[in-house]
């Protein structure tokens, strides 16, 4: 089993800026990509940004710009630095790790999720 460890969340005034941050731990041979998506009330659940092992990213052209996630590979932990924060922006986000466990399976896992609310 893989554990995904979320914080950062919380309140913020539109313009502000908030880090979440995601440690996964327990049965990992290797990671083959960490990520962040976002379900805001009444919507989708929607990809917010992922970074590969190597470092490639990829972003929602919502968040372009105004987000950064980054990687520590040793610590198996990925955060996400969320600046210029919209109303839009509020929603529960998720952790996601795409792993090759210990038994040499590959699965996804996620995260209980840490909300982030932003106010205008």
């Known amino acids: 089993q893989v554990q995904l460890v979320e914080s950062g969340g919380g309140l913020v005034q539109a313009g502000g800026s908030l880090r979440l941050s995601c440690a996964a731990s327990?049965?990992?041979?290797?990671?083959?990509?960490m990520g962040w998506y976002r379900r805001a009330p009444g919507k989708q659940r929607e990809l917010v940004a992922s970074?590969?092992?190597?470092?490639?990213?990829n972003y929602a052209d919502s968040v372009k710009g105004r987000f950064t996630i980054s990687r520590d590979n040793a610590k198996n932990t990925v955060s996400l630095q969320m600046n210029s924060l919209k109303p839009e922006d509020t929603a529960l986000y998720y952790c996601?790790?795409?792993?090759?466990?210990?038994?040499?399976?590959?699965?996804?896992?996620w995260g209980q999720g840490t909300q982030v609310a932003v106010s205008s």
């Open positions: 996601t790790v795409n792993v090759v466990t210990t038994l040499h399976r590959i699965d996804d896992y």
């Open positions: 327990g049965s990992i041979f290797s990671i083959i990509a």
């Open positions: 970074i590969t092992s190597e470092g490639s990213t």
